[in-house]
């Protein structure tokens, strides 16, 4: 089975913007932004949602994209 993923946003050709509307984020949301920034070989990625009472959001590094 084949599966297509895609980024909602690539920001300045650096930066994974993955958006979310969820009561609460998982673990997955986490991984899905993490997986999309190491597949991309990009330094950054966030993940925020609009979901909850408040923004919620959360910064990863790709250690291996940072020069």
């Known amino acids: 089975m084949n599966k297509f993923f895609k980024a909602d946003f690539l920001c300045f050709d650096k930066i994974i913007l993955e958006i979310k509307s969820?009561?609460?984020?998982?673990?997955i949301d986490e991984q899905q932004t993490i997986n999309y920034i190491k597949a991309a070989d990009l330094p950054v990625g966030?993940?925020?949602?609009?979901?909850?009472?408040s923004l919620?959001?959360?910064r990863f590094a790709n250690s291996k994209a940072i020069s």
């Not at 969820?22 to 673990?27: D, I, Q, R």
């Not at 966030?46 to 009472?53: A, M, P, R, S, T």
Request: hydrophobic share 45%; glycine share 6%; proline share 0%.
């Open 46 to 53: 966030l993940l925020v949602n609009f979901g909850e009472k």
């Open 22 to 27: 969820k009561t609460f984020l998982l673990k």
């Open 56 to 58: 919620r959001w959360k």
